[in-house]
């Protein structure tokens, strides 16, 4: 579902260590699912995305797991860098329900120097 | 490819006024366009879904009459925020999906949003 609030999470990590973003989705019918990055002033940018029939995508330095059993999914990032400062959205979709995106609360993430 | 260009980037006009956005697929045809509204350090909200050729399809809450969309081409679809006023301010991001990137679920492309500022 959707969890707006005022606070975005914050992660915090080291240049060149492995960030993970976690999201949590409601909808047990939705059958897809895409980590979105926005940098300040933009529209999110596609990261990766993955279909219900699988429980793991790599794409280059990033990882997106599902579990669907718990309705969970996560972002992995290997050897963060200080531009992949942002926040993370992760959005789920339910094709027979018209494309339409549902996203999460958003995480912000902030890689230390 | 797969690109979507928003316009203008930032609006700041007076209560009252009526601001028009355009969204633009440039390298292909959408006859779906989504239009969101994002407050600072908050989640993208779906607004409406636009359709090329016929009526807009709205989320609940959101007021047809004040936000008005127009999908008038495959590669167009405006919104009009009528009347606005300060509570209107926010950041309003368009998106699309590009069918011809094959059948199935395919991800939704964002514009750079528009800065709405009313005061």
């Known amino acids: 579902g959707e969890n707006v609030g005022l606070h975005l999470p914050t992660l915090s990590v080291q240049e060149g260590d492995n960030s993970i973003i976690n999201c949590a989705y409601s909808?047990?019918?939705?059958?897809?699912f895409i980590w979105y990055k926005q940098e300040s002033g933009k529209g999110p940018q596609f990261i990766i995305d993955?279909?219900?029939n699988m429980d793991k995508r790599q794409g280059q330095r990033v990882t997106v797991l599902l579990n669907k059993t718990v309705k969970h999914l996560s972002l992995q990032i290997a050897a963060t860098q200080p531009g992949d400062s942002a926040v993370y959205f992760c959005a789920e979709n339910n094709w027979g329900g018209g494309n339409k995106l549902t996203f999460g609360t958003g995480t912000q993430l902030k890689v230390e120097l | 490819g797969a690109v979507v260009s928003q316009h203008p980037s930032r609006v700041i006009c007076k209560s009252g006024t009526s601001v028009k956005i355009e969204c633009r697929s440039l390298d292909f045809q959408a006859t779906t366009m989504f239009w969101y509204r994002q407050f600072p350090k908050q989640s993208l909200m779906l607004m409406a879904t636009s359709n090329e050729g016929s009526k807009a399809t709205y989320e609940q809450g959101v007021e047809k009459d004040k936000f008005l969309i127009n999908h008038a081409s495959l590669t167009l679809s405006t919104l009009t925020v009528t009347s606005a006023h300060p509570e209107d301010s926010s950041f309003y991001i368009c998106?699309?999906?590009?069918?011809?990137?094959?059948?199935?679920?395919?991800?939704?492309?964002f514009g750079d949003g528009t800065r709405l500022s009313i005061l």
């Open positions: 909808n047990s019918a939705s059958d897809y």
């Open positions: 998106s699309a999906f590009d069918p011809g990137q094959g059948a199935g679920n395919q991800p939704q492309h």
């Open positions: 993955i279909r219900s």
